[in-house]
């Protein structure tokens, strides 16, 4: 415990140093100072203040354990709305009762009060979010020379890749959802006792429904990494880790040099694309370790 990163961007992608340090020192201004944009929002009960409490323990130390130097985070910045609320959810292309933004490292969660294991589930899954390496670029816009604008490059697994008419390819996308679902399933399995509102929950595969055909191929890309690699990978967890590693630290050379050992030459970029979009295909990516 103890190893924080700060609640910014891990890499700011600019060519002026100064402007870097700039914009790195607003985002801890606006975290610590509160100055980000308030929707109205529900009170939290004792009981998910305290469940939120045990939650972010357990994910700090749980991820503490992997090696990834976590971010400070306050739980000020975790905000509850009930589901009748209007907080975007037309706009949300995602599976969970919630969303993390890594630039302003905000939490929301639609959830009634007394659901508990949704809250649990879904925050775990959206402090693993928090917790992922995150990289920014600068950009000035294009009529007005004056305004700097911040975008993420990268999330996690995820990248983001925009093209001149503001429209962006996101590759790993789905991927990235998936192993952060299926590293929040691995947590509250293990550790579910750790949570006292939770210690008489069974956590069953089929209570965690977020992101479900999208975890069956990640497990599937893993287990055909592992089973053509078993000198590198004995077993499926060693093989899941390079994922998570890389989620956590941004360095993806070395999963991308045995994805293409495994799967062929540009397979790597192949699959981020496949996972950019729903419905996911790659099957015959996967036949090509068999051949």
Not at 53 to 60: A, E, K
Not at 244 to 263: C, N, P, V
Not at 268 to 281: A, D, H, L, Q, T
Request: proline share 3%; hydrophobic share 40%.
């Amino acid at each position: 415990m103890g190893r924080f990163r700060d609640p910014a961007p891990d890499r700011i992608v600019t060519s002026d140093t100064k402007l870097e340090s700039r914009i790195h020192h607003k985002f801890l201004e606006l975290y610590f100072e509160g100055k980000i944009i308030q929707l109205e929002e529900r009170d939290k009960t004792p009981q998910e203040e305290m469940l939120i409490s045990q939650v972010d323990f357990l994910v700090t130390t749980e991820l503490e354990k992997m090696g990834v130097k976590t971010k400070l985070f306050s739980r000020d910045k975790i905000r509850f709305f009930t589901p009748s609320s209007r907080v975007r959810l037309e706009d949300w292309e995602v599976d969970t009762a919630g969303t993390a933004s890594m630039l302003s490292q905000e939490i929301e969660i639609v959830a009634e009060k007394d659901d508990y294991f949704l809250i649990a589930s879904v925050l775990v899954h959206e402090l693993i979010h928090i917790h992922q390496f995150l990289s920014s670029i600068v950009a000035t816009e294009p009529d007005q020379e004056n305004v700097v604008t911040v975008k993420a490059r990268r999330l996690g697994l995820e990248f983001i890749n925009q093209s001149e008419n503001d429209e962006s390819l996101r590759s790993f996308r789905y991927l990235n959802e998936a192993l952060t679902e299926i590293l929040t399933m691995i947590m509250l399995k293990n550790n579910s006792t750790q949570i006292e509102i939770l210690k008489d929950y069974s956590f069953d595969d089929h209570f965690f429904t977020s992101y479900v055909d999208e975890k069956i191929l990640a497990c599937s890309l893993i287990t055909k990494l592992q089973n053509a690699n078993p000198d590198i990978f004995p077993e499926f967890n060693e093989a899941a880790n390079i994922f998570f590693r890389s989620m956590f630290t941004g360095q993806t050379l070395e999963l991308a040099r045995i994805i293409e050992k495994t799967f062929g030459k540009g397979s790597f970029r192949e699959i981020g694309e496949r996972f950019s979009k729903r419905p996911v295909v790659i099957d015959d990516i996967l036949a090509r370790a068999d051949s």
